[in-house]
C-alpha cells in the first residue's frame, strides 16, 4: 500500500474515532448562594439570557420552612436534566434576607420563603411559602 493512501487511510481513522468519542452532556445549571445585590443583578436581571430561568429564594437562616424549601431547590438546580415546562434550564440565586434587607424589600418580600422566578431579566412569576419537591416541579412545569 501507497504511503499516501496509509496516511490517508490513518487519519480517517482518527477522525472517526475522535468522531465516536464526542458527545453532548446537558448544561449544568448555576447556583449562587448568599447572593449579593451586584450579582443579583447581573444574574436575574441579566436581559440577554432568555433560554434560562432564575430562581430567587429570598429565605432566613432561622426560618425553618426555608430549610426545608431551599435544599430542594438547590436539587433541582445541581440537575441538569431539570427544565421548566417550556423546556428553559434553571438557575439559582439565593438571597438572604437578613444580610440583604434592601434587596428583599425592593421585591417586597414579606414572607418566607419567597421565591420569584426572573426570565430575560424580567419578572415573570414566584410562590410564597415553602412547597414539596412534587409541587416544585408543578410549578417548574407552568413556567
Known amino acids: 500500500m501507497s ?6 487511510r490513518s487519519s480517517h481513522s482518527r477522525l472517526a474515532i475522535a468522531a465516536r468519542q464526542l458527545h453532548s452532556t446537558p448544561c449544568r ?3 449562587f448562594l448568599n447572593a449579593s445585590p451586584e450579582t443579583f ?9 432568555k433560554d434560562r430561568v432564575v430562581l430567587v429564594d429570598f429565605y432566613a437562616d432561622w426560618c425553618n420552612p426555608c430549610k426545608m424549601l431551599s435544599p430542594i431547590l438547590e436539587g433541582i438546580a445541581e440537575d441538569p436534566s431539570s427544565k421548566t415546562g417550556s423546556g428553559a434550564s434553571i438557575d439559582l440565586v439565593t438571597v438572604n434576607v437578613d444580610e440583604q ?4 424589600g425592593n421585591y417586597s418580600v414579606t414572607s418566607l420563603p419567597t421565591v420569584i422566578v426572573f426570565k430575560g431579566g424580567k419578572r415573570v ?3 410564597v411559602g415553602a ?3 412534587a409541587g416544585v416541579k ?3 412545569e407552568k413556567l
Open 3 to 8: 504511503f499516501a493512501l496509509r496516511s490517508l
Open 29 to 31: 445549571a448555576e447556583q
Open 41 to 49: 443583578n447581573k444574574i436575574a436581571l441579566n436581559e440577554a439570557v
Open 101 to 104: 434587607g434592601e434587596l428583599s
Open 125 to 127: 412569576d414566584g410562590f
Open 131 to 133: 412547597l414539596n419537591p
Open 138 to 140: 408543578k410549578f417548574l
